[in-house]
């Protein structure tokens, strides 16, 4: 991205959870964080400009279930898989397979 260390280097949330092949679009990426949807460090979010760095715990309410990363990079594109899932690590529980029920529940459901 720039010349600062990789630690430094920050992005919008929005912007990375597209980058990073979470969301399909930016456009739901930003009705995703607008909506309550995913938190910072533990605090929820609601502006899609929130700027992340390398470090941060972001934590998302997704359809398909609970999803905690830890962002290892900024993106510079909306590459293939393999260089999407260097953007992060996943630290999340493992968790069943929901059904359709249960998917359209949390569909509604913003994080606390």
Known sequence: MTGEP???QRQRIDKWLFF???VKSRALAQ???EGGFV????QVITLPSRMIRCG???D?????GDKRLVMRAPGERRGPYPE???LYEDVSEPQA????FERAQRMVRPLK
């Open 6 to 8: 990789l630690g430094e």
């Open 20 to 22: 990073a092949r979470l």
């Open 31 to 33: 009705a995703l964080v």
């Open 39 to 42: 938190s910072v460090n533990g």
């Open 56 to 58: 941060d715990r972001i």
């Open 60 to 64: 998302l309410a997704l359809e398909s």
């Open 84 to 86: 999407a899932s260097r």
């Open 97 to 100: 397979r929901l059904s359709a």
